[in-house]
């Protein structure tokens, strides 16, 4: 199979070149008065770098796989809607099924994941509207879902700068230039999709409850940004959801100035908050197929057992056997989120891609060794109530971790599907180093880490 054709090298560094021009003028324009922008093309440089890399090695390397076939399947939905605009449109609106599969033809090509879940054609659908303004080049469609991507993860970057303004390169690290983000959330496949939506329901969340900022905007951006996650992992959306509902619970009680009332209403707007959000997933069992509810418990024993065959090269771990009940999977928490966050250990790696994994893992894991021995354990827990960003993600980051950790026993999908984790888990980090600093610097006990007040800095 012809991955690469002539008008990826013709158009290609066209597109490449457009992009770095209108990046570099939105820099120079931007930076004297916002100072972060100086990091603005770096993190754009390293998410192209990215893309284009994860094209090279599906093609050269690995001689086929996702992303490769979402293209092919993208371009066969770009063919169609061109020789048959209402058949497109009509396996846009509903996916494709046997029943509509007849649209496409030798000229349009035939899809390779109409046979999967909705999910993995979801991505094909969002691909589609994408590669139209590829002219059918691989390389300029990845190009335009990094730079899309990219978007999103410089609204998370904002929300963290926006909160802890002193800690911009830290948090430039953090959401910007980790390798394996970077690289696994670049190209076209789904975990660049639902990485992008993290990063904008994270901003709209922050802008439309803590700002109170262009709020229909905003409002139709979460609506939207859960929609795709829905559509694709919902999983990452169970994991959004505690930590939104403590961090806007928490923001709004801790500005009662009566104590009493305070403890009162903390507790029942949060059993509030968590009931509804109950109630609204249980009753999305069409939309979430085997991520509902009263299935998701099954689907978790279900993929951890199928990613330990010997089909999958031999990548597999094992955290343990564990039952569809939330007392057994809650058992191996500690486990599951060890393996989310810090493996392949050194010694697990057994291919280029996993090494580099491995080492990334291990760093990962000195950083958090150095803030445990700072804060000596017990000086984490008054900085995780006293703000509410952090709170958020950290309670996504342990989260996430779990849902991985506990429905993934295969190195090669846990390096792709625990990329979300990896951001907000090193900037919590950074954060309570930065805040254990602070304590330090004032003379404050442990439990006394001062409350971090809402930055006025605008918004740009």
Same mark, same amino acid.
């Given at each position: 199979?012809?991955?690469?054709?002539?008008?990826?090298f013709l +158009?290609?560094?066209?597109?490449?070149?457009?992009?770095?021009?209108f990046?570099?003028?939105?820099?120079?324009?931007? $930076?004297?008065?916002?100072?972060?922008?100086?990091?603005?093309?770096?993190?754009?440089?390293?998410?192209?770098?990215?893309?284009?890399?994860?094209?090279?090695? +599906?093609a050269?390397y +690995?001689?086929?796989?996702?992303?490769?076939?979402?293209?092919?399947?993208?371009?066969?939905?770009?063919?169609?809607?061109?020789?048959?605009?209402?058949?497109?449109?009509?396996?846009?609106?509903?996916?494709?099924?046997?029943?509509?599969?007849?649209?496409?033809?030798?000229?349009?090509?035939f899809?390779?994941?109409?046979?999967?879940?909705?999910?993995?054609f979801y991505?094909?659908?969002?691909?589609?509207?994408?590669?139209?303004?590829?002219?059918?080049?691989?390389?300029? %469609?990845?190009?335009?879902? %990094? /730079?899309?991507?990219y978007n999103?993860?410089?609204?998370?970057?904002?929300?963290?700068?926006?909160?802890?303004?002193?800690?911009?390169k830290e948090?430039?690290?953090?959401?910007?230039?980790?390798?394996?983000v970077f690289?696994?959330?670049?190209?076209?496949? #789904?975990?660049?999709?639902?990485?992008?939506?993290?990063g904008?329901?994270? +901003?709209? /969340?922050?802008?439309?409850?803590?700002?109170?900022?262009?709020?229909?905007?905003?409002?139709?951006?979460?609506?939207?940004?859960?929609?795709?996650?829905?559509?694709?992992?919902?999983?990452?959306?169970?994991?959004?959801?505690?930590?939104?509902?403590?961090?806007?619970?928490?923001?709004?009680?801790?500005?009662? #100035?009566?104590?009493?009332?305070k403890?009162? /209403?903390?507790?029942?707007? =949060?059993?509030?908050? $968590?009931?509804?959000?109950?109630? /609204?997933?249980?009753?999305?069992?069409?939309?979430?197929g085997?991520?509902?509810?009263d299935?998701?418990?099954?689907? %978790?024993? $279900?993929?951890?057992?199928?990613? #330990?065959?010997?089909?999958?090269?031999?990548?597999?771990?094992?955290?343990?056997?564990?039952?569809?009940?939330?007392?057994?999977?809650?058992?191996?928490?500690?486990?599951?989120?060890n393996?989310?966050?810090?493996?392949?250990?050194?010694?697990?790696?057994?291919?280029?891609?996993?090494?580099f994994s491995?080492?990334e893992?291990?760093?990962?894991?000195? =950083?958090?060794?150095?803030?445990?021995?700072?804060?000596?354990?017990?000086?984490?827990?008054?900085?995780?109530?006293?703000?509410?960003?952090?709170?958020?993600?950290?309670?996504?980051?342990?989260?996430?971790?779990?849902?991985?950790?506990?429905?993934?026993?295969?190195?090669?999908?846990?390096?792709?599907?625990?990329i979300?984790?990896?951001p907000?888990?090193?900037?919590?980090?950074?954060?309570?180093?930065?805040?254990?600093k602070?304590?330090?610097?004032?003379?404050? &006990?442990?439990?006394?880490?001062?409350?971090?007040?809402?930055? &006025?800095?605008?918004?740009?």
């Open positions: 199979m012809q991955y690469f054709t002539l008008v990826d +158009y290609g560094p066209l597109a490449l070149l457009i992009i770095v021009i990046a570099r003028v939105k820099k120079y324009r931007m $930076v004297e008065k916002y100072p972060e922008y100086k990091y603005y093309t770096k993190g754009l440089y390293v998410k192209i770098l990215g893309g284009i890399a994860l094209c090279l090695i +599906y050269l +690995y001689g086929g796989g996702d992303t490769i076939n979402y293209f092919n399947d993208s371009q066969c939905m770009m063919r169609l809607m061109f020789s048959d605009p209402a058949g497109f449109f009509i396996i846009m609106r509903d996916g494709l099924n046997v029943s509509n599969y007849f649209y496409f033809n030798d000229s349009t090509g899809p390779i994941y109409w046979r999967d879940d909705k999910a993995t991505v094909v659908r969002v691909a589609s509207t994408i590669v139209v303004f590829s002219a059918g080049s691989f390389i300029v %469609a990845t190009l335009l879902f %990094a /730079l899309i991507s999103g993860t410089w609204k998370l970057y904002k929300v963290f700068i926006m909160e802890f303004p002193e800690l911009k948090m430039a690290y953090a959401i910007l230039f980790i390798p394996s690289f696994w959330g670049s190209g076209i496949m #789904k975990d660049t999709v639902t990485w992008t939506c993290v904008f329901f994270t +901003y709209s /969340l922050y802008m439309l409850m803590i700002r109170k900022e262009k709020i229909f905007g905003n409002i139709v951006t979460i609506f939207i940004s859960t929609y795709f996650i829905l559509m694709i992992k919902p999983y990452i959306f169970f994991a959004l959801l505690p930590g939104s509902i403590i961090w806007v619970v928490n923001k709004h009680t801790s500005k009662m #100035k009566n104590m009493v009332i403890k009162m /209403l903390g507790p029942f707007f =949060l059993a509030l908050a $968590v009931g509804s959000g109950y109630l /609204l997933l249980a009753n999305m069992g069409g939309i979430l085997s991520y509902a509810v299935r998701v418990l099954e689907k %978790a024993v $279900v993929t951890n057992q199928d990613l #330990k065959a010997d089909y999958y090269g031999g990548n597999s771990f094992d955290i343990g056997d564990f039952d569809p009940t939330i007392s057994s999977m809650l058992s191996m928490a500690p486990a599951a989120i393996a989310a966050i810090f493996r392949p250990y050194l010694w697990e790696a057994n291919n280029i891609v996993m090494l491995s080492i893992c291990f760093i990962f894991m000195l =950083l958090t060794f150095r803030v445990i021995i700072k804060t000596r354990v017990i000086g984490i827990f008054p900085m995780i109530t006293k703000n509410h960003l952090l709170t958020f993600s950290l309670i996504f980051s342990l989260f996430f971790a779990f849902s991985v950790g506990i429905s993934t026993s295969n190195f090669g999908s846990l390096v792709r599907y625990r979300p984790v990896l907000f888990y090193l900037a919590s980090l950074f954060i309570i180093e930065h805040l254990y602070q304590k330090k610097a004032n003379g404050l &006990p442990p439990a006394s880490i001062p409350k971090v007040k809402e930055n &006025p800095t605008p918004v740009v």
